[in-house]
């Protein structure tokens, strides 16, 4: 059982990128999905989590706007979309799922303890 996130980088304040989570030996189907981010010296983020109970979506204030999640189950693959990046965006970004989960997606980003699997980070830098 794996995730693998990756699209991090550098970009420059406005900017775009678009990270995917990638699962192996599981179906990402019946589980709920989460992106957290970490900054340095900061707690943990949830910044966007689905729900697998009623499939809705939830998203931090922070990032309410700029930031889609999008999933692909043919590629197994979900997707955190971020646009007009800001410095203050600067962090490690994990995925990580929660199986069979009747957590809302409001939940599930606020308790970043009850996901199962998690995946290595992928750092993101905003910055000119």
């Known amino acids: 059982v794996q995730l693998q996130a990756s699209g991090g980088g550098l970009v420059q304040p406005g900017g775009s990128l678009r990270l995917s989570c990638a699962a192996s030996?599981?179906?990402?189907?019946?589980?709920?999905i989460a992106w957290f981010r970490q900054a340095p010296g900061k707690e943990r983020e949830g910044v966007s989590c689905?729900?697998?109970?009623?499939?809705?979506?939830y998203y931090a204030d922070s990032v309410k706007g700029r930031f889609t999640f999008s999933r692909d189950n043919a590629k197994n693959t979900v997707y955190l979309q971020m646009n007009s990046l800001k410095p203050e965006d600067t962090a490690v970004y994990y995925c990580?799922?929660?199986?069979?989960?009747?957590?809302?997606?409001?939940?599930?980003?606020?308790?970043?303890?009850?996901?199962?699997?998690w995946g290595k980070g992928t750092l993101v830098t905003v910055s000119s």
């Open positions: 689905i729900s697998s109970s009623d499939g809705s979506t």
């Open positions: 990580a799922t929660r199986y069979g989960s009747s957590w809302s997606s409001r939940k599930l980003c606020q308790n970043s303890d009850g996901m199962d699997y």
């Open positions: 030996g599981f179906t990402l189907d019946y589980y709920a």
